[in-house]
């Protein structure tokens, strides 16, 4: 899984460098290269990826290695966009929590609980990702917010 945001839209930790970029004047590689080399790097495996502008990239390769738990999910809702990696163990609890259908997958549920943080915001982000139970990775673009 890969996401790449623009700088104006998330700041990066101050932990996330390139120790080989140190001291040179070498310049950073750009986010299409950085794309162009992952799609080259999981070529094998169909890897997928969608760029918005010059706001962020996501990326994604199916992968055969996984364990059959550990699956990856691609859900895009209005202007919306979720790469889920993994399985939430209490899925069916928290789409009746939320009041959703019962085909509602993990992505669906993360952007779902997005929209509703976003919009309401009843609980704080950390008590909702608090609720969720199980093995999981996620990113999440919201292409109208800009985040």
Known sequence: MLAIFNKGLVNPP???????????????KSPEEIVRIFQQCFDHHNPVSLGFGNSAFLGYSPSNTLPLHQQRIFCGMDNMYCVFLGHLNNLNTLI???????????????????????????????????DLEGSFGFVIYDKNAGT
């Open 14 to 28: 101050k932990e996330l460098n390139c120790p080989h970029l140190q001291g040179t004047n070498k310049m950073p």
């Open 96 to 130: 009746k929590q939320y009041g959703l259908g019962k085909t509602t997958n993990e992505a669906m549920f993360v952007i779902e609980a997005y929209r509703t943080l976003r919009d309401r915001g009843p609980y704080p982000a950390d008590q909702v990702i608090k």
